[in-house]
């Protein structure tokens, strides 16, 4: 059975993460999902044909910062061990939404999130919710390569070593780096500096590092898009392998990239208002990758994947 975030001071404030939690929840039940048009923009989205039982259920989740809206509206499932891929032009909301999924977006004052998110059927916004555990179990990589000023070992041992996790350290390590296709390149320099080495491998160093506190979810923004075209050959295959464990959501830019990789796709979309001129995001489609490419249901989809607007 996945182990359920749990309410936890002792380990929010080793971690130092934020008390409680970003904002409220504004809405109950699920009136909104793929296959429905949400009311604002009449924003086209397709129930999947899936038989693979969600990790996520996100329900009318909108999104503001001080008081200006980023994302809006946006409800539909994640499916298990499956790769699931964001994409959109910028400033459409997809890293806001993805941050959502793990309350990183508690750690900015402003933020209020409106609507529930549902991991394996538990609102990760309730208040008993601690957000330092709902991290460990949905970990996170970033854009750029980001490692600590510690050696590789430290590095990945780092997150077991703030959440008191029993069991042998190395073994812990080991397993980590394994996972994040690096432990052979790696293992005779455990004790080195991790800024050392290459991008690529400073990237699948993140990727274990996440990975090193046992989640069962990984998301990633753009997590190629700072690396040459072999080091992102590496993630790609990286994560054809970790989907067989976790369930990987990614927000990318690169079509092709979206179209290789991913089992899923939504295409959130700008929507500008036009009283204020202000920009926030919508899901306009979310369909198996396939469909999306092939045959949107939305003719916006289809402008976007062809390339006749950016």
Same mark, same amino acid.
Request: overall charge negative; aromatic content about 8%.
């Given at each position: 059975?996945?182990?359920?975030?749990?309410?936890?001071? @002792?380990? %929010?404030?080793?971690?130092?993460?934020?008390?409680?939690?970003?904002?409220?929840?504004?809405?109950?039940g699920r009136t909104t999902g793929p296959g429905t048009a949400p009311a604002a923009t009449g924003a086209a989205t397709t129930k999947p044909s899936v038989d693979t039982p969600p990790v996520f259920e996100i329900e009318k989740l909108t999104v503001r910062y001080g008081g200006k809206l980023a994302v809006h509206d946006v409800s539909f499932d994640i499916t298990e061990k499956r790769i699931t891929a964001l994409i959109g032009a910028s400033?459409?909301?997809?890293?806001?939404?993805i941050r959502s999924l793990n309350r990183m977006n508690d750690l900015i004052p402003s933020a209020t999130v409106e609507g529930s998110v549902r991991y394996h059927g538990q609102n990760l916004y309730a208040s008993e919710v601690d957000a330092v555990q709902v991290r460990k179990r949905i970990g996170m990589v970033f854009q750029k390569p980001n490692p600590f000023p510690k050696s590789i070992y430290d590095n990945i041992a780092f997150g077991p070593r703030v959440l008191g996790m $029993?069991?042998?350290?190395?073994?812990?390590?080991?397993?980590?780096?394994? %996972?994040?296709?690096?432990?052979?390149?790696?293992?005779d320099r455990l004790k080195t500096n991790a800024f050392g080495m290459s991008g690529g491998q400073q990237q699948r160093l993140c990727i274990a590092r996440a990975l090193a506190t046992d989640p069962d979810v990984l998301l990633m923004d753009e997590p190629a898009s700072a690396l040459d075209p072999i080091s992102t050959g590496h993630? @790609?295959?990286?994560m054809f392998e970790l989907k067989e464990r976790y369930s990987i959501v990614i927000v990318t830019h690169n079509m092709q990239q979206a179209a290789r990789v991913s089992d899923?796709?939504?295409?959130?979309?700008?929507?500008? $208002? @036009?009283?204020?001129?202000?920009?926030h995001?919508?899901?306009?489609?979310? $369909?198996?990758? @396939?469909k999306?490419?092939?045959n949107p249901s939305d003719e916006r989809?289809?402008?976007?994947?062809?390339? %006749?607007?950016g």
């Open positions: 059975m996945t182990e359920r975030p749990e309410s936890s001071s @002792e380990a %929010r404030s080793a971690a130092g993460a934020g008390p409680g939690p970003a904002g409220t929840q504004a809405h109950n400033g459409c909301g997809k890293s806001t939404f $029993d069991g042998n350290m190395d073994e812990m390590v080991e397993r980590a780096l394994r %996972r994040g296709a690096l432990w052979d390149e790696v293992k993630i @790609e295959d990286l899923m796709t939504a295409f959130f979309t700008v929507v500008v $208002d @036009e009283a204020s001129g202000h920009r995001g919508e899901v306009v489609e979310y $369909d198996e990758t @396939e999306v490419f092939t989809t289809e402008a976007y994947v062809t390339g %006749r607007v």
